[in-house]
């Protein structure tokens, strides 16, 4: 199960940028794991309750809780809002059902709250919003609200277009795919996979984000009361879908910043993973094939290691020569998809990030030629 889940996350997440690229990249491994240590009591009491448990964990009655969730709530603006909303639609579901909530509960929900108001009017986040690269796409609520109704609902079709991910694609694939197995009898079964099979090509084709989401949204609701997994995986698609339309103010977010929705449809996979009964043959398989995924993308982070510091003594030595306008190889490319998400240096000097790597490195300007080779 395990290298199920790292095979995941190394083949369809930004792993390179979250887990390894030096610029306050790990930011993002921290807020997640922030994010689910405070939501876990609320998770283990939720589990007791949908359960029939009486159990009382003392995870829940820990002090901590309070301090967890403050710094929790400053962890990630878009992962905090669907938090909170998480947080109000159980507390409306509590309500309706009569579910007796502790002080603890209240107090947790409040100081995560507070925490998201702290990053939401810290001046760090109001920088950063005001950044000129975020010029044409930042809106404050107040724009938002301002805009029409044509240019809301293209403002979230271009939200939406985001979302349209491999693995994304794959996840609507595995709804067809359940609808199939849900829905149709097994008579009808092999004229109706040959449909899907056209429909999947079509959407594929076509790529059009809204179609993806209508399709899933439609065949996970017909399968909603079939089987307990169905009503798990609807929900984990509209935390997906909420935390996609969460960028609504700044529009386009880099991978890393969006590991939150990636790793929302790896539960999905995994869950069903757990579900179904895996030979122990394919589980070998699995475990042999992320093992030699894992050295593969290692290797190209340490073929990269060499590279760099090859271009950094390359760099000195021009300086020491008083070359101060440096050209190098292009290093920054890798056979690993997922290598990196940032921008990158270029071959026109002025174009950023090259005037930030000069800066850096004492030069006067800095560029990359992918011709331009160096390293012997």
Not at 224 to 236: E, G, P, S, T
Not at 340 to 356: A, F, K, M, R
């Amino acid at each position: 199960m395990h290298s199920f889940d790292m095979f995941l996350l190394l083949y369809f997440a930004p792993f390179g940028a979250d887990f390894l690229w030096g610029a306050g990249s790990l930011n993002y491994m921290w807020g997640i794991l922030l994010m689910i240590i405070a939501l876990l009591p609320y998770r283990l009491f939720w589990n007791d309750i949908f359960t029939n448990k009486n159990k009382q964990n003392k995870v829940i009655k820990n002090p901590l809780i309070l301090f967890t969730n403050l710094l929790a709530g400053m962890a990630s603006e878009q992962l905090g809002i669907i938090a909170i909303l998480c947080h109000i639609c159980f507390i409306v579901y509590a309500k309706y059902k009569h579910i007796k909530l502790g002080a603890w509960y209240y107090l947790g929900v409040i100081s995560f709250v507070l925490g998201y108001l702290l990053l939401y009017f810290s001046p760090g986040h109001a920088a950063r919003s005001s950044m000129s690269i975020l010029n044409g796409q930042f809106l404050k609520i107040s724009e938002i609200l301002a805009l029409s109704f044509y240019q809301k609902i293209d403002r979230v079709l271009l939200l939406l277009d985001s979302s349209m991910t491999d693995i994304f694609k794959i996840f609507v694939l595995l709804v067809l795919f359940l609808g199939t197995k849900e829905n149709i009898p097994s008579k009808f079964k092999i004229l109706y996979f040959t449909l899907v099979l056209f429909i999947s090509s079509l959407i594929f084709l076509n790529n059009n984000s809204l179609v993806f989401h209508i399709v899933s949204i439609i065949i996970l609701i017909s399968i909603f009361k079939k089987h307990r997994i169905y009503k798990i995986i609807f929900a984990l698609y509209i935390i997906y879908l909420l935390l996609c339309l969460s960028g609504i103010q700044i529009l386009i977010l880099p991978p890393r910043a969006r590991l939150g929705e990636i790793l929302v449809l790896i539960s999905v996979f995994c869950i069903l993973y757990q579900y179904i009964k895996v030979s122990k043959l394919i589980n070998t398989a699995i475990c042999v094939f992320c093992i030699a995924y894992s050295i593969f993308v290692a290797s190209e982070y340490y073929k990269f290691y060499n590279r760099w510091n090859d271009m950094l003594a390359y760099i000195e030595k021009e300086k020491q020569r008083g070359n101060y306008n440096v050209i190098v190889e292009n290093i920054f490319i890798s056979k690993y998809p997922n290598f990196i998400d940032s921008p990158l240096p270029t071959d026109i000097i002025h174009e950023s990030p090259n005037p930030l790597y000069a800066y850096k490195f004492g030069l006067e300007s800095f560029r990359v030629d992918d011709v331009y080779k160096y390293i012997k």
